[in-house]
């Protein structure tokens, strides 16, 4: 059974990594070789049939100018450069990830931003001095632990100044016509035990505190994808 515990190892790109990341993730995420290869516009397009822009967009159009805003993980491709320019001159966008050569690749494109703020931390227990305006969760959820993900789920929410919103953008139950769900179910068994649970439970239940915010979800895709927006009553 897959651990949450963190091992110690002479790999700095190794160091205090959750077991999960390593055991499932390794190829992906953690392995600084195969990272960088991976960090391609064209890969994250190819890994998303082709709908990164629009989901992107979702993203990005949440944020306006001034906005304090995290984004809980790093993003292959250029997404972090994209969001750092939204929330202008007087905003600030902080971003974390757990692992340390995702924090190394997003301190090369953010070198330089002063609005910008890498940091490398679990999203389930990261506390930033301020709330923010907007907390996004870019296809994170369905990488992580049941348990993990209602843990992220409360922080980002914990995390949400009065009137702000939380973010997630991540996979869903297809549509039973769409046939990118075969595929899914297959890609999930072989390579992402953990994305599957999003097809069966709303990301609201995962938030202990979800009833102080007002929820909207919309599907794209064919029910691939769900954007869910939680604005936090004032």
């Not at 055991?23 to 998303?48: F, Q």
């Not at 490398?120 to 001095?129: I, N, V």
């Not at 990488?143 to 949400?160: H, T």
């Not at 009065?162 to 297959?186: E, N, S, T």
Request: proline share 5%; net charge positive.
């Amino acid at each position: 059974m897959t651990t949450l515990h963190t091992r110690t190892t002479a790999d700095p790109y190794y160091q205090d990594v959750p077991d999960y990341m390593t055991e499932v993730y390794d190829w992906a995420y953690v392995n600084p070789r195969k990272a960088r290869l991976l960090d391609r516009k064209l890969v994250v397009r190819t890994l998303l049939f082709g709908n990164d822009q629009r989901l992107m967009r979702a993203y990005l159009d949440e944020i306006r100018p001034g906005d304090k805003v995290w984004q809980v993980a790093h993003v292959y491709g250029d997404l972090v450069q994209r969001a750092a320019e939204r929330v202008g001159e007087a905003g600030r966008f902080t971003l974390t990830d757990v692992t340390p050569i995702q924090v190394e690749l997003a301190e090369g494109k953010l070198a330089g931003d002063a609005r910008a703020k890498v940091v490398r931390a679990d999203a389930a227990r990261y506390h930033l001095e301020q709330k923010q305006d907007l907390v996004c969760s870019f296809f994170l959820l369905h990488e992580v632990p049941e348990n993990m993900k209602s843990a992220i789920v409360d922080n980002m929410l914990a995390q949400v100044a009065p009137g702000g919103r939380a973010m997630f953008v991540d996979y869903h139950r297809p549509r039973p016509w769409q046939p990118i769900g075969w595929l899914l179910k297959w890609v999930n068994r072989a390579l992402e035990p953990f994305a599957e649970a999003l097809w069966n439970q709303e990301i609201a239940a995962y938030g202990k505190a979800s009833d102080r915010f007002d929820w909207s979800k919309r599907t794209v895709f064919g029910g691939v994808y769900q954007i869910v927006t939680a604005r936090r009553r004032d």
